[in-house]
T-cell receptor, first 114, second 110 residues
Framework: NAGVTQTPKFRVLKTGQSMTLLCAQD?????MYWYRQDPGMGLRLIHY???????AKGEVPDGYNVSRLKKQNFLLGLESAAPSQTSVYFC?????????????FGPGTRLTVT | GIQVEQSPPDLILQEGANSTLRCNFS?????LQWFHQNPWGQLINLFY???GTKQNGRLSATTVATERYSLLYISSSQTTDSGVYFC????????????FGTGTRLTVIP
């Protein structure tokens, strides 16, 4: 049982390049989330999904797109990377319905945009 | 969104000492979690505690939902407890998305 996994672990992009971050979970959770963490700060929600085929915007969605084609996977895309998107990206998942609504996090992806 | 304030921002302890970390939040919550972010950046779930008290080894947590605060207690601290401790909450509206505080950075010195 791997929990929540993320690929890649590290990436360096030049301004204007694109990339996709992959998140996978094996806990059969309905909800999945993408957060970013900037230095000295807590995590902020980018986008989330309440089920396969659905996505919604979070607190800081600009410059990102997401897709949830399969229940176990949640992809985060950067179409044209900017230095302001240098951050650590975390994926999380949680069950729905009855509590506990505990979120479980992946190990993170460190992205640098030069 | 819900405002989350954590205190103190930084804490330095001698190994073996006890500490209390506080989390205040601005609205009623459906979920409250405490995390430990270790020096490698990994977020480790400590407690899911929207109300009440829980204990896990040297760590315990109490949430008083009616007064909108939560406390994390660390007893007999060890160097491996070093890192950043985050409190995160979710309101009753929305899809379980968590609002994080800015964390308490704990350094335990031998």
């Amino acid at each position: 049982n791997a929990g929540v996994t993320q690929t890649p672990k590290f990436r360096v992009l030049k301004t204007g390049q694109s990339m996709t971050l992959l998140c996978a979970q094996d806990m059969n959770h309905e909800y999945m989330y993408w957060y970013r963490q900037d230095p000295g700060m807590g995590l902020r929600l980018i986008h989330y999904s309440v089920g396969e085929g659905t996505t919604a915007k979070g607190e800081v969605p600009d410059g990102y797109n997401v897709s949830r084609l399969k229940k176990q996977n949640f992809l985060l895309g950067l179409e044209s990377a900017a230095p302001s998107q240098t951050s650590v990206y975390f994926c999380a998942s949680s069950r729905r319905g009855e509590p506990p609504y505990e979120q479980y996090f992946g190990p993170g992806t460190r992205l640098t945009v030069t | 969104g819900i405002q989350v304030e954590q205190s103190p921002p930084d804490l330095i302890l001698q190994e073996g000492a006890n500490s209390t970390l506080r989390c205040n939040f601005s609205d009623s919550v459906n979920n409250l979690q405490w995390f430990h972010q270790n020096p490698w950046g990994q977020l480790i779930n400590l407690f899911y505690i929207p109300s009440g008290t829980k204990q896990n080894g040297r760590l315990s947590a109490t949430t008083v939902a009616t007064e909108r605060y939560s406390l994390l207690y660390i007893s007999s601290s060890q160097t491996t407890d070093s890192g950043v401790y985050f409190c995160a909450v979710e309101g009753f509206a929305g899809a379980n998305n968590l609002f994080f505080g800015t964390g308490t950075r704990l350094t335990v010195i031998p």
